[in-house]
């Protein structure tokens, strides 16, 4: 997504959770999109109801999907987040890639979070895990609109920040919206951008860099 006027171009594909008959197709566009992270913002389950397939398999397990051999080779679990490592084999032409998976986990049932901190940490950890790629990160919930655009605009905003720009929230929408249908459901998820974006520069966590500072 390229933000007009400013140079900032993220790359994201924000796609819906995959289902059971969609992950082999969900891992060939990793694959041939040369993706290196999946960012998951769903749990599989959440109030009673299936949000998201697990389309990876266990650790120390494989499972093949398509012509991809996935295997599982680290899963590190923090309270509100989970880290997946897994190698990924083209079964015909023997190559092999790593890919991670961050998944958010304390993303409440409805809603937002209350408390912004640990999103904001999440958000910095993708952005510190995709510095200087120039390769599109996969993001995903469940419907792919939602709390993927939440991340999609915050981390947006976060980069205009750094290089001392005006952040207009409401145009960063309409961008996102042009090159995905409903980014950002509800007022609720575009005001706790705004809000989230507004305490993370008030408490220096985003801040100009050194180098746009005197403009």
């Known amino acids: 997504m ?27 566009m990793v694959w041939e999109q040369l993706c290196t992270h999946i960012v998951m913002l769903t749990t599989t389950i959440e109030r009673g109801r299936a949000k998201c397939h697990q389309y990876w398999p ?3 397990e494989s499972h093949e999907y398509g012509r991809l051999l996935v295997t599982c080779i680290r899963d ?5 987040c989970t880290y997946r490592e897994f190698s990924v084999k083209d079964r015909t032409s023997k190559e092999e890639r790593r890919v991670t998976q961050m998944q958010y986990t304390a993303w409440p049932d409805h809603g937002v979070p209350d408390d912004p901190q640990h999103f904001i940490a999440f958000v910095d950890e993708v952005r510190r895990a995709r510095a200087g790629s120039v390769d599109p990160i996969v993001v995903h919930c469940s419907a792919g609109i939602g709390r993927t655009g939440v991340l999609i605009l915050m981390e947006t905003a976060a980069c205009l920040v750094e ?7 409401l145009d960063i929408v309409r961008v996102m919206r ?5 980014a950002i459901q509800t007022a609720g998820q575009y005001t706790f951008v705004c809000e989230s974006i507004l305490r993370a520069y008030n408490e220096g966590i985003i801040k100009p860099l050194a180098e746009y500072q005197k403009r």
């Open 2 to 28: 390229e933000i007009p006027s400013s140079g900032i171009v993220n790359r994201y594909i924000a796609c819906q959770g995959p289902l059971a008959h969609t992950s082999a197709d969900h891992w060939l």
């Open 178 to 182: 042009d090159q995905r249908a409903m």
């Open 76 to 80: 590190h679990e923090t309270p509100n």
């Open 163 to 169: 290089a001392n720009e005006p952040v207009y929230p």
């Open 58 to 60: 266990r650790l120390h």
